[in-house]
C-alpha cells in the first residue's frame, strides 16, 4: 500500500529531503511537499545583497520543474496548522493527510524578543529578502549621510556569522567611500568571545579576529545583550547607550506560528524537540530538519547564544530523515546523528569562512580588499548552480 509523506517548507531542509526521498522510493510512495512559494532563496547570499554582490534574479530558483523531474507533488499554500491525531496539515485551500510529515518549515525572525526591534526607518535586517531589500536601499542613503554605524547578533540569534561578515563587508566599503575616519563603528554580539559563532567555535581564529577589529578601529562588546532599540541608539541591558545612524542586528529566530500554536508539537520557541533520528518525541511518523529543529547549546554561555543551521548541518538533517523514513516503509538500517556531530559539521563550515576572513588579519598588505574577494566566494555554501546540479548527483545521498 502506497504510503504519503508530507514535507511542510521547501527551503534547504524541505528541498533536500524531497530530492532524498524521491532517489530512495523510486517512484513507489508519493511525496507532497507544501510551500506558500515554489521560489527557492538562497539565504547565505542574503547577507551580500544590500552591497551589490548579489540580486534577487542570482539567488533563487523555482523549484517546480526540479520536483516535476522527480515526481514529487508540490502545493503551493500557506500551512496554517496541523491535526496531529487525525494526521492532517491545514492549508488554507484544503486539508491535507498524511501518513509521514516531515517539519522542513524553518524559522521566523522574532523581531519582538527586543523592544523597540521594529525593521523599518533606523534598524535594518538581512532576515529575508524583502528585508535586505530596504537593507540594500538604506546603505545607500548612510553612505550619503554616514554617522555612528552598529552591526550585531542579539541574544539566542544563532546566526552569527552573518553580523561578521555585513560589518566586514561595510568595512570594506567605507574605506571604497573614504569614509573609515567618518565613521565609529561598534559591534556587539551575545557570544562570549569573537569567533564564538553560538558553537563553542574558532578559538584559532579569535586573535586575527580581535587583530582585524583593533586595526581598523572597530569597537566591540561579546557577553552584550540587546535591551532596546531606538532611533538612533542600541541600549544594552547593562545600561550602556551607544549612539548609532545605521543599526544592522541580527535577532533571535523562532519557529513559524502553525508549528508554535499546534499543542504538543513544539517547545515554547516554536522549535520541534526530536531525537538522533530526527523524530519527534511524542508522534514516531513525524520528523524534523533544518531550523525547525531545536538543537541545544553544548556549552553555557553567560549570554545565551543559539545555535547556527549550517548549509552543511542541513543536509545532513534532510538526508537522514530520508533514509529514516525509507528504512521504515521499505526496510533497512536505520541513520542516528548526535548532537555533537551535528556541532562538528556547523563547526566545518564556519572554518572555511572563518579562514578567508580572519587568518589574513595580521597580513599589513592587504587593505581590506581579500573581505570583498572571500565575500564574493561563495565559501561553504555552493553556488545556487552547484546546489541545483547536486539534486541530481547520485552521490548526493551520501552522508
Not at 533536500?16 to 526521498?21: E, G, P, Q, R
Not at 552584550?224 to 533571535?252: C, D, N
Not at 554561555?301 to 523514513?325: F, H, L, Q, S
Amino acid at each position: 500500500m502506497k504510503k504519503r509523506v508530507v514535507i511542510v517548507g521547501s527551503s534547504f531542509a524541505g528541498y533536500s529531503t524531497a530530492l532524498n526521498l524521491a532517489k530512495l522510493f523510486e517512484g513507489r510512495h508519493d511525496i507532497t511537499v507544501i510551500d506558500k512559494t515554489p521560489e527557492f532563496t538562497f539565504l547565505p547570499s542574503l547577507v551580500w545583497h544590500p552591497f551589490g554582490y548579489r540580486h534577487s534574479e542570482d539567488i533563487s530558483f523555482d523549484t517546480r520543474p526540479i520536483y516535476e523531474d522527480h515526481g514529487i507533488e508540490f502545493i503551493q499554500s500557506t500551512v496554517y496548522g496541523f491535526d496531529l491525531e487525525d494526521q492532517l496539515v491545514y492549508t488554507h485551500q484544503e486539508d491535507i493527510p498524511y501518513d509521514y510529515l516531515v517539519l522542513a518549515t524553518g524559522t521566523k525572525p522574532n523581531y519582538s524578543s527586543i523592544k523597540g526591534y521594529v525593521p523599518e526607518h533606523h534598524i535594518f535586517s538581512i532576515c529575508t529578502m524583502h528585508e535586505a531589500e530596504r537593507t540594500r536601499l538604506a546603505w545607500k542613503n548612510f553612505l550619503q549621510n554616514p554617522g555612528p554605524m552598529v552591526i550585531g547578533a542579539a541574544q539566542w540569534s544563532g546566526y552569527f556569522f552573518a553580523a561578521y561578515e555585513f560589518l566586514l563587508n561595510a568595512l570594506y566599503h567605507l574605506k571604497e567611500e573614504d569614509l573609515l575616519d567618518q565613521v565609529p563603528i561598534h559591534f556587539i554580539t551575545a557570544e562570549p568571545y569573537l569567533t564564538h559563532f553560538g558553537i563553542d567555535g574558532m578559538h584559532k581564529e579569535m586573535k586575527g579576529c580581535e587583530h582585524l577589529f583593533d586595526r581598523y578601529g572597530i569597537n566591540w562588546r561579546t557577553n552584550a545583550e540587546i535591551k532596546e532599540l531606538k532611533r538612533g541608539k542600541v541600549i544594552l541591558s547593562s545600561g550602556e547607550e551607544i549612539e548609532s545612524s545605521f543599526s544592522m542586528i541580527i535577532p533571535q529566530y523562532s519557529g513559524i506560528d502553525a508549528v508554535r500554536t499546534t499543542h504538543n508539537l513544539s517547545n515554547f520557541a516554536g522549535l520541534i524537540k526530536v531525537n538522533n533520528e530526527f523524530q519527534h518525541l511524542k508522534y514516531p511518523n513525524i520528523y524534523g530538519a533544518g531550523g525547525s529543529v531545536h538543537i541545544a547549546q553544548e556549552d553555557e554561555t553567560r549570554v545565551p547564544c543559539g545555535v547556527p543551521r549550517t548549509r552543511y548541518c542541513t543536509d545532513i538533517m534532510a538526508k537522514t530523515v530520508a533514509y529514516n523514513i525509507a528504512a521504515e516503509i521499505l526496510g533497512g538500517s536505520r541513520v542516528s546523528v548526535t548532537n555533537h556531530r551535528l556541532y562538528e559539521y556547523c563547526k566545518q563550515d564556519m572554518d572555511h569562512l572563518s579562514s578567508l576572513l580572519f587568518r589574513n588579519a595580521d597580513d599589513q598588505s592587504h587593505d581590506l580588499d581579500f573581505i570583498k574577494k572571500n565575500s564574493s566566494d561563495k565559501w561553504a555554501n555552493m553556488s545556487i548552480s552547484e546546489y541545483i546540479e547536486s539534486s541530481f548527483d547520485h552521490e548526493y545521498l551520501k552522508i
